[in-house]
């Protein structure tokens, strides 16, 4: 731990604003010196006590409820004091400030981002991907990822990882073994079937991942771009899909000057759809705002997971429309997975179904075909419905699985030689083991930490 793990630390532990209640939250190795300052007298662990929080005269600063969490039985593993008052901000600074100030001579400080939670890793209360479900839960903005953040904070992506774990270690002890008792006759690796497990592991590891991606769609959602000439409907679908009145819908071409971004879900996956300028080809914007309003569309299209290329089914045909439309589809590969095409407006043209081929044909003002397209971007995005419960996961956490999943399939081709070199499959091996060991925290960097752990809200 560094010097500044050992150092009390307290925080508002609420969020921001006016609210019934309000919390400040102090964790340390003895707060006994805070406890008696501010409380005026001794608690009992894990008892609610009605009393004043008083100040350095005496004087009460608010009634409230004080807990104390002795350690190691709190959240963080230490001392934690919980000072629950009515949620004012300046009630709450008050309380702080005084905190700050009985707790001078311990050492008390503010809490830095996260270090609530820091902490209750660093003293083994949470493992590293329970502690970054902690963030997700706060974070989550649909049912399905609040629920699957919640399955990862009770420990079911760290007991997944757990059990991959425990198959490397067998099998590196297998190899070792082998390694350090060569002149033995027996061979160890193909009496326990070390090959056969090798191959189940890497199919677990293949397992998890394909979970862990679903789960990363919980969490971070995808980005949809809705892009196409003015007036074809790009905003008329943002208001569709996120059944509501977002962006101002009118006949006048060149309506939406600027990116308009709303967040729905589809089966409890966040989707976070972007409305954008009308598209123009290179040189045809009317004036300068239009101009910079077609950048910034192009800019949001390079950066989408998906890309909805909105026709307007009423004028197919029309030579200087098709004309415009050629020129902007040119900027858009034809055989980029992000792009779908859509045609809007069926229900003005309904003898128009639209090219033949790989297609979306919807009205946005009826409704009509936008379950459909609901479907198809799910299926773009990878998403399927899982019976079992999911967790969340993280790119990091991504990341490490596919790390491990090459360190074994580079293992399975040492091992498929007729001689294999057991040093090279024990060093593949070590690094699968290592790379799953990174998600849990049982292999981590200072740096990773205060990354993690410097998102984190303060007070958490």
């Not at 008329?236 to 009145?245: D, K, M, R, V, W």
Request: charged share 20%.
């Amino acid at each position: 731990m560094l010097p500044r793990h050992h150092q009390p630390i307290v925080a508002v532990a609420t969020a921001p604003g006016r609210g019934a209640v309000g919390i400040v939250r102090a964790s340390g190795r003895n707060l006994s010196p805070l406890i008696a300052a501010v409380c005026g007298r001794p608690l009992e662990p894990r008892h609610a006590t009605y009393l004043p929080f008083r100040d350095a005269l005496g004087q009460p600063i608010d009634q409230g409820i004080a807990i104390w969490f002795a350690a190691p039985l709190s959240y963080t593993g230490e001392d934690v004091l919980e000072l629950q008052a009515h949620g004012g901000p300046v009630v709450l600074q008050l309380l702080l400030a005084r905190c700050l100030e009985a707790g001078a001579h311990i050492g008390l400080r503010l809490a830095e981002p996260g270090e609530f939670t820091e902490r209750a890793f660093l003293n083994d209360k949470l493992d590293l991907a329970q502690a970054e479900a902690v963030a997700d839960l706060i974070d989550a903005s649909t049912e399905a990822a609040a629920r699957s953040a919640s399955r990862s904070l009770s420990g079911a992506f760290s007991s997944e990882v757990r059990a991959l774990r425990e198959q490397l270690i067998a099998l590196r002890t297998l190899v070792e073994a082998t390694l350090d008792f060569p002149e033995e006759e027996i061979d160890f690796l193909q009496q326990a079937r070390a090959r056969e497990r090798l191959a189940d592991a890497s199919a677990a590891v293949d397992a998890v991942l394909a979970r862990a991606r679903q789960g990363a769609l919980l969490r971070d959602g995808i980005k949809v771009v809705i892009a196409g000439q003015p007036n074809v409907g790009k905003s008329s679908l943002l208001n569709a899909l996120a059944g509501a009145e977002l962006a101002i819908v009118t006949a006048i071409p060149g309506t939406t000057r600027d990116k308009v971004s709303q967040t729905i879900q589809i089966d409890g996956v966040p989707l976070h759809v972007v409305d954008t300028a009308g598209l123009r080809g290179e040189g045809q914007a009317s004036d300068e705002v239009e101009r910079i309003g077609i950048a910034r569309a192009w800019a949001e299209i390079e950066g989408a997971d998906a890309v909805l290329f909105l026709h307007d089914l009423t004028r197919l045909g029309d030579p200087a429309y098709e004309a415009e439309e050629a020129l902007i589809a040119a900027r858009l590969p034809a055989a980029d997975a992000r792009l779908l095409q859509v045609y809007n407006k069926a229900d003005l043209n309904p003898a128009a179904l639209g090219p033949a081929g790989d297609v979306i044909v919807l009205s946005a003002r009826t409704g009509e075909g936008l379950d459909a397209l609901r479907a198809r971007l799910l299926a773009l995005a990878g998403w399927h419905a899982q019976p079992e419960g999911l967790f969340t996961a993280r790119a990091r956490h991504l990341d490490a699985l596919r790390r491990t999943q090459a360190h074994l399939a580079q293992g399975g081709e040492v091992f498929a030689s007729d001689a294999p070199a057991l040093e090279l499959l024990a060093e593949e091996l070590r690094l699968a083991h290592h790379a799953l060991g990174e998600i849990t925290g049982q292999f981590s960097a200072d740096d990773l930490l205060g990354e993690i752990f410097g998102k984190f809200c303060i007070g958490k």
